[in-house]
């Protein structure tokens, strides 16, 4: 499959692209990182997850109209830089005593990171409890950005407007299961 | 109790702003309501924090389904240090090792991509203040709310209509920067940073990010020494930025 190919499937949401661009650069991935920076291969795995994920949100946002280098490149500088990142958290968090390091933002900026991370637990849950109808609508919507006319086809709805409106239906579900108004 | 009309319009409405759905006529109008109603502010905020908690949930799941894949296939093998019997396999080995050195080289990563992964709009902290009717709004009060929705390419005229002032100047090289126009952006992100303007350390940041992209990579570092030096919300992200260049 070429590139420009992999970057149209993913601009439709269609995920089983992504499991094959996984399958297919998983151990590649694993024994290089590894080999050049020494982690474990459970961190490997996991960092590679997420640069899968940011692959498919940067080609979402259309960061990647200017990519000049393979997807497989891309992907990798994006682990690269990922368990890098996360190498360098291990070390830091720890002290030598082994007690939390507070470095960083300041203390109001923590707050507020905690507050927004509750918040969105809350969301979560309250997703958790809307019914997977639902959750796959407005996934489509937010996530994975389609038009309505491709929610649709996806969600065999009868025309754009069942679609918009059930979208509707489904945020005001939500709202209420989080006492909005 | 069924919600008068009105509001369950509004709440339409701000579901299509988040949704990026509304034109800029509609976008205006929409800010005229708010304007007049300062509770409705509360819902275009809740709608922003439920968008962001879909996505985030999406991500979780996305990561679940590959971890679930991961759980199907066979352990990776990472290849163990051998000793070498014969120095022909020793040689054999080394072969390999330059040819795995070139083609792992390949994989460094160029200016775009490391542009790509640390670049990310500029975010202001204090959102929009609406004053008065939308017809009162200057054109700077209606490009920040244009560019904190995203629609950079709408905000750009406006800010380019309005008040000369730093804040203005600091605002159209991010525009700029959004709209991939690198070179327009460092322009006045030097001027900017040459008469120590504020916020002096990101105005800093997305100058050495810019430079980045350019491939200018000695001014970058220049700058993300100066970042990696001191007490400010990029050093982190500076000194990363610094050891891959």
């Known amino acids: 499959m070429t590139d420009d190919l992999i970057i149209r499937q993913i601009l439709k949401g269609d995920y089983t692209v992504l499991d094959a661009i996984y399958k297919e650069y998983r151990e590649e991935f694993c024994t290089w990182i590894c080999k050049k920076y020494g982690g474990s291969q459970e961190m490997a795995l996991d960092v590679y997850q997420d640069a899968i994920i940011v692959l498919f949100q940067n080609i979402k946002e259309e960061k990647l109209s200017e990519l000049t280098s393979s997807i497989k490149t891309y992907l990798f500088s994006i682990g690269r830089f990922k368990f890098i990142s996360e190498l360098r958290k291990k070390k830091t968090v720890l002290t030598k005593d082994g007690e939390l390091e507070i470095a960083g933002p300041g203390l109001d900026m923590e707050d507020d990171r905690i507050l927004k991370e509750e918040r969105l637990t809350q969301i979560e849950n309250a997703l958790e409890q809307l019914g997977e109808h639902c959750r796959e609508l407005l996934k489509l919507y937010y996530y994975k950005q389609l038009s309505m006319t491709d929610i649709m086809i996806q969600m065999d709805y009868k025309n754009t407007s069942t679609a918009k409106n059930q979208k509707y239906k489904c945020m005001q579900k939500l709202r209420k299961l989080m006492h909005l108004k | 109790m069924t919600k008068p009309m009105e509001e369950q319009e509004v709440l339409k409405k701000i579901e ?230």
């Open chain 2, 16 to 245: 299509d702003f988040v949704g990026g759905e509304l034109n800029q006529e509609e976008e205006f109008q929409l800010m005229s309501i708010l304007n007049n109603n300062p509770k409705y502010m509360d819902l275009l905020n809740d709608e922003k924090d439920l968008a962001e908690g879909i996505k985030q949930w999406s991500k979780k799941e996305l990561k679940e389904r590959l971890q679930s894949i991961e759980a199907t296939l066979n352990p990776i093998q990472l290849e163990s240090r051998r000793s070498y019997k014969t120095p022909l396999l020793a040689a054999a080995s080394v072969s390999i090792l330059i040819a795995l050195y070139f083609v792992f080289n390949t994989i460094t990563p160029n200016s775009q991509d490391l542009f790509n992964t640390y670049y990310e709009p500029y975010q202001p902290y204090a959102p929009v203040t609406m004053r008065g009717e939308v017809s009162d709004l200057d054109s700077f009060d209606k490009a920040q709310f244009l560019y904190e929705s995203g629609e950079f390419e709408k905000a750009l005229p406006l800010y380019l209509n309005s008040e000369p002032s730093d804040e203005r100047d600091f605002f159209i090289a991010q525009t700029q920067l959004a709209l991939n126009n690198v070179d327009d952006a460092i322009g006045i992100l030097e001027n900017l940073h040459k008469t120590g303007a504020h916020p002096k350390t990101t105005i800093t940041w997305f100058l050495a990010l810019s430079y980045v992209k350019t491939e200018n990579f000695d001014a970058s570092k220049t700058l993300l020494q100066e970042l990696s030096t001191t007490d400010n919300a990029y050093q982190e992200k500076a000194k990363e930025l610094l050891k891959s260049l």
